[in-house]
């Protein structure tokens, strides 16, 4: 069975920081990984997508994500935060079915 | 391009009384389509998902049901509404079922008083 957890409910930086936010999964077998992006009371839109193509994966709005399969971890990061990035991410993990299973969430704040 | 629209993007209403969400998308043919439900601090639960018309999976049995009536329409409906129904409700669609990306609605904020 697949499961999804990401530590930290909340997370803040100061803006220009480095961002980091935890996501470890667990799979049987090899899993399509992605990371979601939340503004409030709007849908989810597509951070970044793994698919066994690159272990390190770039997204949009300069994230990116590195698949350790050593370590079942799928963490976002961006090396420098905007105050535009404050929002909720998800990350969400598939066998390559139609059901994905997502985290609970990470609410980024970014302090000025 | 592909777009997807949910309606109303708000919705009060009391318990006891009936629902109707629509979801319909644009730009693609035949996608699989999803209905989610999120709660705070709880992430999003799979309801329902329909891989054609009239072809509908449930994940979690509950108060609510979904249609679709056509390739590109899916509906969440309840006959009476509960408390517990209160929540953000997300429809979603993607090209297939082999770890295609979910693209997301912009939601809809129902509030059962």
């Known amino acids: 069975a697949q499961s999804v957890t990401q530590l930290g409910s909340h997370v803040s930086v100061s803006e220009g920081a480095l961002v980091l936010l935890r996501c470890n999964y667990s799979?049987?077998?090899?899993?399509?990984l992605f990371w979601y992006v939340q503004y409030p009371n709007q849908g989810l839109q597509l951070l970044l997508k793994?698919?066994?193509?690159?272990?390190l994966v770039k997204g949009i709005n300069g994230f990116e994500a590195e698949f350790k399969k050593s370590e079942t971890s799928f963490h976002l990061t961006k090396p420098s935060a905007h105050m535009s990035d404050a929002a909720e991410y998800f990350c969400?993990?598939?066998?390559?079915?139609?059901?994905?299973?997502f985290g609970t969430g990470t609410r980024l704040k970014v302090l000025a | 391009s592909q777009t997807i629209h949910q309606w109303p993007a708000t919705l009060v209403q009391p318990v006891g009384s009936p629902l109707s969400l629509e979801c319909t998308v644009e730009?693609?043919?035949?996608?699989?389509l999803y209905w989610y439900r999120q709660a705070a601090g709880r992430g999003l639960q799979l309801l329902f998902y329909s891989v054609g018309i009239g072809q509908i999976s449930s994940e979690v049995p509950q108060n609510l049901s979904a249609s679709r009536p056509q390739d590109r329409q899916f509906i969440l409906s309840s006959k009476k509404l509960l408390l517990s129904d209160s929540g953000f409700y997300l429809c979603a669609w993607s090209d297939g079922g082999g770890g295609e990306t979910q693209y997301f609605g912009p939601g809809t904020r129902l509030l059962v008083l």
């Open positions: 969400a993990v598939t066998p390559g079915t139609y059901k994905y299973i």
């Open positions: 793994y698919t066994s193509a690159a272990t």
């Open positions: 799979s049987s077998v090899p899993p399509y």
């Open positions: 730009g693609t043919s035949n996608p699989n």
